[in-house]
T-cell receptor, first 116, second 117 residues
Framework: EAGVTQFPSHSVIEKGQTVTLRCDPISGHDNLYWYRRVMGKEIKFLLHFVKESKQDESGMPNNRFLAERTGGTYSTLKVQPAELEDSGVYFC??????????????FGPGTRLTVL | DAKTTQPNSMESNEEEPVHLPCNHSTISGTDYIHWYRQLPSQGPEYVIHGLTSNVNNRMASLAIAEDRKSSTLILHRATLRDAAVYYCILRGYSANAGGTSYGKLTFGQGTILTVHP
């Protein structure tokens, strides 16, 4: 079974440009999460989808970040316009839960974003 | 989420057991204790979780103190592949999670484990 995949693996853009990151979760997983680690900091939660709905957006840093999840399958995270402080590694994770049990989150390899 | 405290780094020799400690003195009664690890250049990976009782799986064991204010992740025989950053995470039920999961993971600094050949 394929794991969580993310595209691209690395993106280098200039300040002010737009970048779109994509995450394909494990098939059948309703929960999809975005996290990021900026330089020298801890991994931070960004947002949580349940199917196509945004369940928790409390970690989104500002309105330059827009996340979507089309039809409850893959998700995109757009940064527009990108700023220098957006540089870091963006992780996607997915999970499935049955009967309210604790879920194990499966992470993708991450997208390394460099804003120059 | 309640805070956890872990040593910044630990070292071990290959084939030896490793005990990774975690303090969580402000844990609430419904918080689960999770461990994830991040291998170099990879995303985090689930290791184990528990609530009150000790837990074992194919990767590791989790020993939870009786008062639940601390826990220890045990790798029974460290291999070079176990070199990673290990995160101890408390996870409580989140109303924001919509009733479908315990929601987000809150990562701390973690413990960098070095395994020597």
């Amino acid at each position: 079974e394929a794991g969580v995949t993310q595209f691209p693996s690395h993106s280098v853009i200039e300040k002010g440009q737009t970048v779109t990151l994509r995450c394909d979760p494990i098939s059948g997983h309703d929960n999809l999460y975005w996290y990021r680690r900026v330089m020298g900091k801890e991994i931070k939660f960004l947002l949580h989808f349940v199917k196509e709905s945004k369940q928790d957006e409390s970690g989104m840093p500002n309105n330059r970040f827009l996340a979507e999840r089309t039809g409850g399958t893959y998700s995109t995270l757009k940064v527009q316009p990108a700023e220098l402080e957006d540089s870091g590694v963006y992780f996607c994770a997915s999970s499935q839960v049955f009967g309210g049990r604790i879920d194990e989150q499966f992470f993708g390899p991450g997208t390394r974003l460099t804003v120059l | 989420d309640a805070k956890t405290t872990q040593p910044n780094s630990m070292e071990s020799n290959e084939e030896e057991p490793v005990h990774l400690p975690c303090n969580h003195s402000t844990i609430s009664g419904t918080d689960y204790i999770h461990w994830y690890r991040q291998l170099p250049s990879q995303g985090p990976e689930y290791v184990i979780h528990g609530l009150t009782s000790n837990v074992n799986n194919r990767m590791a064991s989790l020993a939870i103190a009786e008062d639940r204010k601390s826990s220890t992740l045990i790798l029974h025989r460290a291999t070079l592949r176990d070199a990673a950053v290990y995160y101890c995470i408390l996870r409580g039920y989140s109303a924001n999670a919509g009733g479908t999961s315990y929601g987000k993971l809150t990562f701390g600094q973690g413990t960098i484990l070095t395994v020597h050949p």
